[in-house]
């Protein structure tokens, strides 16, 4: 039975998915005498963890009961409580956790914590698929870089424009949906300044029910991004951030930065530091970044090693011609054994087109072991 109350957990933690950053994705569900008597998960930054959203439902039953939850309770102060004290407190039996909570403030001391007070604890239950759900916080919380996912739509030949510059539109509308959910996932959407000039996208979340717009992020290691951009037109009120490098005319900035433009400085130029963007972002407590363009950023990203997840959208459809771009530019690998693989790989099918989503496996062997 506890894989069963688990993956209940793991379900409620989905719901709050793209909504809770800085922090985890967490699922609750308390049981005494084989019913269930509390459920619960985090919803946001700065809400009730999940623990005490259902032990809260839970009331006066919670007491000799057991607890499962999808991550281990927090033991220290952060925008609320720690969870070990509400935990002991409500009389709690037995808890029964998904992973250990990777964030060093944690790290197992919740779950000493609790086994001092003389609560069990049954640890690793569906422990692979609660680190799959908390992939994007794993990899923030371990490294101090946000999870970076690259999203390309291609044709059948890979290309990603025509030869005149036209993209739109490559996929259809199914396809086009799933990629504004998962715009609605991620906290930061960025693209390279070719991109704004070229199509003059506005970066906002347009799905039927709504959405939540990301942080909209240019590099533009100049400052030369166009005033009359959608992105700078206020259309949206998501935060703006322009990457620039220490060659930007100080006036370049100065406008921007008039406008509302967060202008973060990456590196001497010519081009963007990409370590010292991504470092940055994570100091703003933005734990996920999905990059969009062009074939230029495309690249940059893929040679750092920067990538963690693909969303790769493919449309039945040959455009040819060798003045059409395709969708990663640079210098490319020397072998087919060089090329960047991908593991664990999902095919999802959009009405005509196809969406293949993987984890990138650099020179054709994994070289260090993930969790995320």
């Given at each position: ?195 704004v000039v ?48 220490g060659q ?9 930065e008039s ?114």
């Amino acid at each position: 039975m506890d894989q069963e109350y688990m993956r209940m957990a793991l379900d409620l933690a989905v719901r709050a998915r793209g909504r809770t950053s800085p922090n985890p994705l967490v699922g609750a569900v308390v049981v005494r005498d084989g019913e269930i008597v509390g459920r619960g998960y985090h919803a946001r930054a700065g809400l009730p963890h999940a623990e005490i959203v259902a032990l809260a439902q839970a009331g006066e039953a919670a007491r000799g009961s057991t607890l499962y939850v999808s991550l281990e309770p927090c033991c220290h102060f952060g925008r609320t409580g720690p969870c070990t004290e509400a935990v002991i407190a409500a009389g709690v039996r037995r808890v029964v956790t998904a992973m250990r909570d990777p964030n060093p403030k944690v790290a197992g001391r919740g779950i000493a914590r609790l086994r001092e007070a003389g609560v069990e604890v049954t640890e690793d239950v569906l422990r692979d698929e609660a680190a799959r759900l908390n992939e994007i916080f794993i990899k923030y919380i371990t490294t101090g870089r946000p999870f970076v996912a690259l999203k390309v739509a291609v044709s059948l030949d890979g290309k990603i424009a025509t030869r005149t510059g036209d993209s739109r539109w490559i996929t259809g509308g199914p396809a086009r949906e799933y990629a504004h959910r998962l715009r609605d996932t991620y906290d930061a959407l960025l693209v390279g300044r070719g991109t704004v000039v070229k199509d003059d996208p506005s970066l906002t979340t347009r799905l039927p029910g709504g959405g939540r717009d990301p942080v909209r992020i240019v590099l533009d290691s100049l400052a030369r991004i166009p005033e009359s951009s959608r992105v700078l037109s206020g259309e949206s009120t998501a935060p703006v951030i322009v990457a620039v490098t220490g060659q930007a005319p100080r006036t370049r900035v100065a406008g921007l930065e008039s406008r509302g433009v967060q202008v973060v400085r990456c590196g001497p130029g010519p081009a963007v530091d990409l370590e010292v963007l991504l470092r940055e972002l994570a100091a703003r407590e933005i734990t996920s970044v999905m990059v969009e363009g062009g074939a230029t950023v495309h690249a940059s990203f893929l040679e750092a090693r920067f990538v963690d997840k693909l969303h790769w959208f493919v449309a039945p459809k040959i455009v040819g011609g060798v003045e059409a771009p395709g969708a990663v530019a640079g210098r490319g690998v020397g072998r087919i054994s060089e090329a960047v693989g991908l593991e664990r790989v999902r095919r999802i099918e959009l009405g005509n087109d196809l969406c293949i989503e993987g984890y990138p496996v650099w020179g054709g062997a994994a070289d260090v072991h993930r969790d995320y």
